[in-house]
């Protein structure tokens, strides 16, 4: 069973501040998604990651994928309060299809 | 614009009643899903459905049923054998494999 954990599960931060959420998988994966939800919205979809060592980044977010470790990390640099929102890391394998299995969420606040 | 259309947005269920949230998509993906989240937590997969007139079990799939006569279309039936409806229900899509899922705006179901 594909298990995915992040941490830290709540995050509060002031802005201008460097900081990394990560997100641990149990089995091999084929491929990672990042995702922002807002609260009470729906999910946006922020990276997708689909090699060992592929690096993305979009504006002041960055987020990589090491396959040997199972471990991907979103690094936030300067923080700014628009990115306060949950995140989420996500997991599919070729075993299991098209399905993901979600990690349970990174909240993030960031205080002025 | 192509997206995901969930509603209703806000539904209301009785003891003993059966209710039907809606989603229907218009960007031509093959694969849907129905995701249920609880305050706070991550997405747990309730059924998915990778071609119409097929779908699969998720994790959570007891007291739940759904349909895909459709491509467009993946309605999800809250049965009153779910005895703790209360959540938030995301639809998604998703088109070729390894892009990521998108989702509808979701509905949240409450017991009265």
């Known amino acids: 069973e594909l298990k995915v954990e992040q941490n830290p599960l709540f995050l509060s931060m002031q802005e201008g501040k460097n900081y990394t959420i990560y997100c641990n998988y149990s089995?091999?994966?084929?491929?990672l998604y990042w995702y922002r939800q807002d609260p009470g919205k729906s999910l946006e979809s922020l990276f997708v990651l689909l090699s060992n060592g592929a690096v993305k980044q979009e504006g002041r977010l960055m987020a990589s994928l090491d396959t040997k470790a199972r471990l991907s990390t979103l690094h936030i640099t300067a923080a700014v309060h628009d990115l306060s929102a949950t995140y989420f890391c996500?997991?599919?394998?070729?075993?299991?299809?098209?399905?993901?299995?979600f990690g349970e969420g990174t909240q993030l606040t960031v205080n002025p | 614009d192509g997206g995901i259309t969930q509603s209703p947005k806000y539904l209301f269920r009785k003891e003993g009643q059966n209710v039907t949230l809606s989603c229907e998509q218009n960007?031509?993906?093959?694969?849907m899903y129905w995701y249920r989240q609880d305050p706070g937590q991550g997405l747990r997969l309730i059924y998915y459905?990778?071609?119409?007139?097929?779908?699969q079990k998720g994790d959570i799939a007891e007291g739940y049923s759904v349909s895909r006569e459709k491509k467009e279309s993946f309605p999800l039936t809250v049965t009153s054998a779910q005895k703790n409806p209360t959540a938030f229900y995301l639809c998604a899509s998703a088109g070729e494999f390894n892009q990521p899922q998108h989702f509808g705006d979701g509905t949240r179901l409450s017991i009265l």
């Open positions: 089995t091999t994966s084929d491929r």
């Open positions: 996500a997991v599919g394998r070729e075993t299991s299809g098209s399905r993901l299995t």
């Open positions: 960007l031509n993906h093959d694969a």
């Open positions: 459905s990778q071609i119409v007139n097929d779908f």
